[in-house]
């Protein structure tokens, strides 16, 4: 036993020296399956200690009825029994010898393996941010794909494979993760949807009161003093001596009184009420263009396939096509698919433009140095981790638990650089790429490859510096974003798709082919309906690889324009 664990040791530190480099694991899913088989080995272990266990125990157990069952005809005679010298020989022997061997077995530690293997392990395991990130994400999806609590919780999500539910206990920590981030709408949905759960008898550590005092204080910052008031009543009949329910009763009775008379006032003053809306003016009144939706609603709409839809006349001048980009001598003869996905701003997906093998070598090249995706600061023009603080006013009542802020997410990825001279079949990409669009590679950033963690996003952006950011891609010294090419390297089975919030565009993802289009008009001038987001990931695991291409070098291949937007 001891050198099996010893070798399973000696093979996991192997395995740790990947995990090691790694950390924020929850914004990669490639990454997360590493932590799968590491998982595996542990339970490979823990079972090698289980075996350990059992086989000391046999041994005991068997020590334990050979000595009973001795016991029990020695005691009837004691001194005929001993007056038979073997019998007082064996007597004196396992006084002696025996039960010091047996204290041993006894005393003898089986767990070294497993907890040499879980100590090692430990040290790269996913960490609180990692959870809260995963929880947040579950969050985030729950919000854009609007999903309630019931679904998510029975794994009911589209195209799922492995359908997996949620116990009260995680419920209840999402709800407390929302809690602590000051986010009362989702602790409200988790924790009623935990208390869903008890009240239909799923046995759980958490208490129907703990619950319910989450509950009632989030309805409560929400304004919803009479619901807020019903659970705490609720709470109390469960626990007449809650001392905060008591309290919070008294105070939601007093306060619906007080606000009860001042609508009484109120109503004294002012008899005649307007007339209330009739559903057909209210659906008028509320009915506005797409324009006018503000960039998140849009974002989210996009990304459930609810934008807007073209119009018939726009859609007749998007078409499919083969294309040799003006008799390349590499397509002549092959020339590869091509279709527009939108017309303004211009955006084209070229079809089965990689392999699948290719897709595979990128992945083995990334995937070691996958690393928290970056953005570029635009007052600096330095790559810097994605990521923003948020902040909200803290309430004023009686709180079951002290809250904290935490940073919410702008990009959740990560993303690794691959340079041409590292392996030939990128240089035989950056080369497709320059062939198809006709623009200069040498310029232009190396390729880098993205995958997308839990719930996995990248918020509205634009590509390119504008006006108000003059140092970004200074660094660089090659010019602005010109252009994107955008690899998609794999299906993805439920959201993820590339959307233009400005213009109502929503490009999926499709593997083997790539999307492209200009950031900047040949006049130089950023063209705006280009700022573009990668929704979140509902189901699936995302990867892309992207080349941003620079103004430099283009100067003989996309001439300048006359007019700004031309």
Same mark, same amino acid.
């Given at each position: ?47 090698? =200690? ?6 000391? @125990?046999? &041994?005991?157990?068997?020590? +334990?009825?050979?000595? !009973?069952?001795?016991?029990?005809? +020695? ?10 010298? %073997?019998?007082?020989?064996? $007597? ?8 010091? /061997? ?27 941010? /990692? ?8 969050? &985030? ?26 116990? %009260?206990?995680?419920? =209840? ?11 009362? =709408? ?7 949807? +935990? ?17 319910? !005092? ?13 619901? +807020?008031?019903? =659970?705490?009543?609720? $709470?109390?009949?469960?626990?007449? *001596? ?33 007339? &209330? ?24 709409? @996009? ?6 839809? $073209? ?12 294309? !040799? ?44 140095? $996958? ?62 790429? *320059? ?9 232009? *950033? ?55 919030? /400005? ?64």
């Amino acid at each position: 036993m001891e050198p099996t664990l010893t070798c399973r040791c000696i093979l996991l530190l192997s395995c740790m020296q990947l995990l090691s480099a790694h950390n924020d694991f929850f914004t990669s899913i490639g990454q997360m399956t590493d932590l799968l088989y590491t998982e595996k080995d542990l339970v490979t272990s823990l079972k090698d =200690y289980i075996r350990a266990e059992e086989s000391k @125990l046999e &041994r005991v157990k068997w020590w +334990a009825d050979k000595l !009973d069952s001795l016991s029990a005809v +020695a005691t009837q005679d004691p001194e005929g029994f001993l007056g038979h010298p %073997v019998n007082a020989f064996k $007597l004196m022997k396992r006084l002696n010898t025996e039960w010091a /061997d047996l204290e041993s077995l006894v005393l003898s530690d089986t767990t070294d393996g497993f907890i040499s293997n879980l100590t090692i392990q430990r040290q790269h395991f996913p960490t609180e941010e /990692d959870q809260t990130g995963a929880a947040k994400a579950l969050l &985030r999806l729950q919000d854009t794909y609007k999903l309630d609590a019931n679904t998510i919780s029975t794994g009911n999500l589209p195209g799922v494979k492995h359908k997996s539910q949620m116990t %009260v206990e995680d419920c =209840y920590e999402l709800g407390k993760i929302a809690y602590s981030d000051v986010d009362y =709408y989702h602790t409200e949905l988790w924790m009623a949807q +935990a208390l869903k759960q008890l009240d239909e008898g799923e046995e759980s550590t958490i208490d129907k009161v703990t619950v319910l !005092d989450y509950l009632s204080y989030a309805i409560y910052q929400q304004g919803e003093m009479e619901r +807020a008031l019903e =659970y705490t009543k609720r $709470l109390l009949e469960l626990d007449p *001596e809650h001392q905060r329910a008591k309290g919070n009763v008294k105070y939601f009775e007093f306060q619906l009184e007080k606000q009860r008379k001042a609508e009484e006032e109120e109503s004294k003053k002012q008899p005649e009420r307007p007339k &209330r809306e009739t559903p057909e003016k209210r659906k008028k009144k509320t009915k506005k263009s797409f324009s006018l939706v503000p960039e998140k609603k849009k974002y989210e709409m @996009l990304c459930r396939g609810e934008g807007i839809k $073209l119009t018939p006349a726009r859609q007749s001048r998007l078409f499919c096509r083969y294309y !040799d980009n003006n008799r390349n001598p590499m397509y002549v003869l092959a020339p590869v698919k091509l279709q527009d996905e939108w017309d303004r701003p211009h955006i084209v997906r070229y079809l089965d433009i990689i392999s699948d093998v290719e897709i595979e070598k990128i992945k083995q090249l990334a995937k070691p140095r $996958l690393r928290r995706a970056t953005i570029s600061n635009p007052i600096t023009g330095v790559l810097e981790t994605a990521s923003y603080r948020i902040s909200k006013r803290r309430a004023t009542v009686h709180d079951p638990q002290t809250g904290k802020l935490t940073t919410a997410q702008y990009r959740v990825s990560k993303s690794a650089w691959l340079t041409a001279y590292e392996d030939p079949m990128i240089e035989k990409i950056n080369q497709r790429i *320059e062939d198809l669009t006709g623009l200069e590679m040498d310029t232009a *950033e190396e390729l880098q490859v993205a995958n997308y963690g839990v719930g996995g996003q990248y918020e509205p952006h634009f590509d390119f510096g504008r006006k108000d950011e003059p140092d970004a891609f200074k660094e660089l010294g090659t010019g602005n974003r010109i252009a994107t090419w955008l690899f998609y390297m794999s299906d993805v089975t439920a959201g993820g798709a590339t959307v233009f919030p /400005d213009v109502g565009a929503a490009v999926w993802p499709q593997k083997g082919s790539a999307v492209f289009w200009y950031n900047l008009f040949a006049s130089g001038e950023g063209d705006y309906s280009t700022r573009h987001a990668a929704c979140p990931v509902l189901v699936g695991n995302k990867w892309v690889s992207n080349k941003w291409i620079h103004e430099r070098g283009q100067e003989w291949r996309r001439p300048c324009g006359l007019n700004e937007t031309e």
